[in-house]
């Protein structure tokens, strides 16, 4: 049984068909890749699959449940987590408090107007505390866990983001594009973090516009064009794939 299983989706927008009976799948322990041009697709269905949006019709199993007509919190209580294509980070918030409100809703289930949050942190505050550093350690922002989320750089606020989203512990995390506006460093450091991420046990559904990083990192590749599947490989396969090509590689630099 694999992971993620989307069958025959199909969301309309008002006059636009954004995802056109697109089948796919993510099994577990790998980094897949979603790729296509611009207005493909590709938020639409990451929307869809964490229960932000649903489905006008068509079927999404996580770890065998159906979850097309769930909510965000349930489907992130089944254990996925996501990012989003612009910065959702809380900017007041210090970078160890943004990964602790990750890691509330895993224990509450809510979130912050559930109204437990001072109590509840008072209580837990010391191993949380610990925990979220730790994350923070790991994602390499551990000098400036205090510093406000505003105050780090877009790519670190990125990569805090990342952070809030793993906090759960997901056996899966959706990735909307984490290498856009990254340095040529950054997007290096953030492939080796994503690959250290599913060493740590937890599945990889990414979507990215940076060839050179989805080829490098992704173990399989779909591909989606004005909201059909075009085409589902390994990444060599995928490069030379003559309806990939045009659709969306040509001229492509694999920096
Ligand atoms: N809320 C919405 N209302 C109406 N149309 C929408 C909505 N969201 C997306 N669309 C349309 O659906 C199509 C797919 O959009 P989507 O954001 O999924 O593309 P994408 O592949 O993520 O593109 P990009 O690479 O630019 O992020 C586009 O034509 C877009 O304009
Ligand atoms: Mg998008």
């Not at 209580?123 to 105050?151: D, I, T």
């Amino acid at each position: 049984m694999p992971l993620l299983a989307v069958k025959k989706v199909v969301k309309d927008y008002e006059g636009v068909r954004a995802l056109n009976g697109v089948s796919l799948q993510v099994e577990k322990g790998v980094i897949k890749g979603l790729i296509g041009p611009n207005g493909a697709g590709k938020s639409t269905m990451f929307h869809l699959i964490s229960g932000m949006e649903k489905p006008t019709s068509g079927n999404i199993a996580f770890r065998g449940v159906d979850i097309a007509g769930k909510e965000p919190h349930e489907i992130s209580g089944l254990g996925m987590g996501r990012t989003f294509q612009t910065v959702q980070t809380w900017g007041n918030m210090t970078a160890v408090e943004n990964v602790m409100v990750g890691m509330h809703r895993k224990l509450i289930g809510g979130i912050l107007s559930c109204g437990l949050w001072l109590p509840w942190i008072k209580r837990e505050e010391k191993e949380v505390l610990r925990e979220a550093f730790g994350m923070l350690e790991f994602l390499g922002l551990s000098a400036k866990w205090k510093w406000p989320a505003f105050q780090l750089s877009y790519g670190e606020q990125k990569i805090l983001e990342i952070g809030r989203a793993l906090a759960t512990g997901p056996e899966l995390i959706l990735l909307d594009e984490p290498a856009a506006g990254l340095t040529p460093q950054e997007v290096q450091a953030l492939a080796e973090k994503i690959q250290q991420i599913r060493e740590r046990g937890t599945t990889i559904f990414v979507v990215e516009h940076h060839m050179g990083m989805v080829m490098e990192i992704a173990d399989e590749i779909a591909v989606l064009n004005h909201g059909e599947l075009i085409a589902e490989g390994r990444p060599e396969a995928i490069r030379d794939d003559p309806r990939v090509i045009r659709a969306y590689l040509k001229g492509t630099v694999y920096a």
